[in-house]
């Protein structure tokens, strides 16, 4: 019997977020500066190989039972379709997912899917071309479509949106991203911005609030609560005209869930996060790098759980955002 990844107020952590890069070819404000960042030296991303036996360990011995893999952009990571076949081969109970910008993936969704992928969530904060530009720093709307679209004809249901909305940008676009994703069949999730942008251009005064969001979509639509548990899912889902589609707003921010966070994170370069907006890492790539057992690696592991903080205090003033911004840290 494995031994959980347990903290000291009794959270059991199930979902493990593995970032393959941080490299991205998006400068989506939020996240990036518009000239980038300085990537990580390659030799001190994990090999294909030490993400494959890292997280057969998560699974095997510290009770993890979802991977989603990200970013920067996991599309960008030559060795996905082979991580992904090599975990669904040995672990095939284990759900695998990818959050992504979905440039490129016209050209590989049905791969992907045959390797082992089970779920997709598609970062898309508005389908206006000048708005997609002015935010993203970069024209790919259109392949951004493509391959959104590409992951729901390869089968992968439900294909679910990630979008942010910022104030001055796209913070009345809300009814017009919830009327793209109904008419395509899409889930649609409003993420509230973050404190995690490289530029430090987060504000708590001027971001857009989860009740601002529901205020824009309640003009167009008629919102009531889903009756379905929400248990650790972060987002809490509205049905939409009396359903059955629904709405997701997660509010990170304004109504944090820390109380029910199920996540552990795992960066590129192979250090442990216990929280997303954590100030300290622990360096599970030297110790594997150094030759230790499966069993020392899990202690570890399990150590760094264990400190875990009872919640992020994005409202405590005291709050100091993590030195590593979105895009290296893992969405």
Same mark, same amino acid.
């Given at each position: 019997?494995?031994?959980?990844?347990?903290?000291?107020?009794?959270?059991?952590?199930?979902?493990?977020?593995?970032?393959?890069?941080?490299?991205?070819?998006?400068?989506?404000?939020?996240?990036?500066?518009?000239?980038?960042?300085?990537?990580?030296?390659?030799?001190?991303?994990?090999?294909?190989?030490?993400?494959?036996?890292?997280?057969? %360990?998560?699974?095997?011995?510290?009770?993890?039972? $979802?991977? /989603? !893999?990200?970013?920067?952009? =996991? #599309?960008?990571?030559? *060795?996905?379709?082979?991580?992904?076949?090599?975990?669904?081969?040995?672990?095939?109970?284990?759900?695998?997912?990818?959050?992504?910008?979905?440039?490129?993936?016209?050209?590989?969704?049905?791969?992907?899917?045959?390797?082992?992928?089970?779920?997709?969530?598609?970062?898309?904060?508005?389908?206006?071309?000048?708005?997609?530009?002015?935010?993203?720093?970069?024209?790919?709307?259109?392949?951004?479509?493509?391959?959104?679209?590409?992951?729901?004809?390869?089968?992968?249901?439900?294909?679910?949106?990630?979008?942010?909305?910022?104030?001055?940008?796209?913070?009345?676009?809300?009814?017009?991203? %919830?009327?793209?994703?109904?008419?395509?069949?899409? $889930?649609? /999730? !409003?993420?509230?911005?973050? =404190? #995690?942008?490289?530029? *430090?251009?987060?504000?708590?005064?001027?971001?857009?609030?989860?009740?601002?969001?529901?205020?824009?979509?309640?003009?167009?639509?008629?919102?009531?609560?889903?009756?379905?548990?929400?248990?650790?899912?972060?987002?809490?889902?509205?049905?939409?005209?009396?359903?059955?589609?629904?709405?997701?707003?997660?509010?990170?921010?304004?109504?944090?869930?820390?109380?029910?966070?199920?996540?552990?994170?795992?960066?590129?370069?192979?250090?442990?996060?216990?929280?997303?907006?954590?100030?300290?890492?622990?360096?599970?790539?030297?110790?594997?790098?150094?030759?230790?057992?499966?069993?020392?690696?899990?202690?570890?592991?399990?150590?760094?759980?264990?400190?875990?903080?009872?919640?992020?205090?994005?409202?405590?003033?005291?709050?100091?955002?993590?030195?590593?911004?979105?895009?290296?840290?893992?969405?």
């Amino acid at each position: 019997m494995h031994r959980e990844l347990i903290d000291q107020y009794g959270r059991v952590a199930r979902d493990l977020r593995v970032s393959l890069t941080d490299k991205c070819n998006l400068r989506c404000q939020y996240c990036m500066p518009a000239e980038g960042m300085a990537w990580l030296p390659k030799p001190e991303v994990l090999t294909d190989e030490e993400v494959v036996r890292l997280v057969r %360990l998560a699974v095997d011995e510290l009770g993890i039972h $979802e991977v /989603r !893999f990200t970013g920067g952009e =996991p #599309l960008l990571r030559p *060795g996905l379709p082979a991580i992904l076949a090599a975990l669904h081969e040995s672990r095939p109970d284990v759900e695998l997912s990818l959050t992504t910008n979905a440039i490129g993936l016209d050209k590989n969704a049905r791969a992907l899917v045959e390797a082992g992928l089970t779920r997709i969530n598609v970062s898309l904060d508005t389908i206006d071309p000048e708005t997609f530009k002015t935010l993203a720093r970069r024209d790919r709307l259109e392949p951004t479509l493509k391959g959104l679209h590409a992951a729901a004809e390869a089968g992968l249901q439900p294909v679910k949106i990630n979008s942010v909305l910022m104030p001055g940008i796209n913070d009345d676009q809300a009814p017009d991203l %919830l009327r793209y994703a109904l008419a395509h069949n899409f $889930e649609l /999730r !409003f993420i509230e911005q973050m =404190p #995690l942008d490289a530029d *430090g251009i987060w504000r708590r005064d001027t971001m857009v609030t989860a009740d601002q969001i529901l205020a824009s979509l309640r003009e167009e639509f008629d919102l009531s609560p889903a009756t379905e548990p929400r248990g650790s899912a972060p987002a809490e889902k509205w049905l939409v005209d009396g359903g059955p589609a629904t709405v997701g707003v997660i509010g990170t921010v304004t109504r944090p869930f820390c109380g029910d966070c199920d996540r552990t994170r795992l960066t590129a370069d192979g250090q442990i996060r216990n929280c997303l907006f954590a100030r300290g890492e622990t360096d599970l790539r030297g110790a594997l790098r150094s030759g230790a057992s499966d069993d020392e690696l899990a202690e570890i592991w399990r150590g760094a759980m264990w400190t875990k903080a009872a919640g992020a205090g994005i409202d405590d003033p005291k709050f100091l955002k993590p030195t590593r911004s979105m895009s290296a840290i893992g969405g």
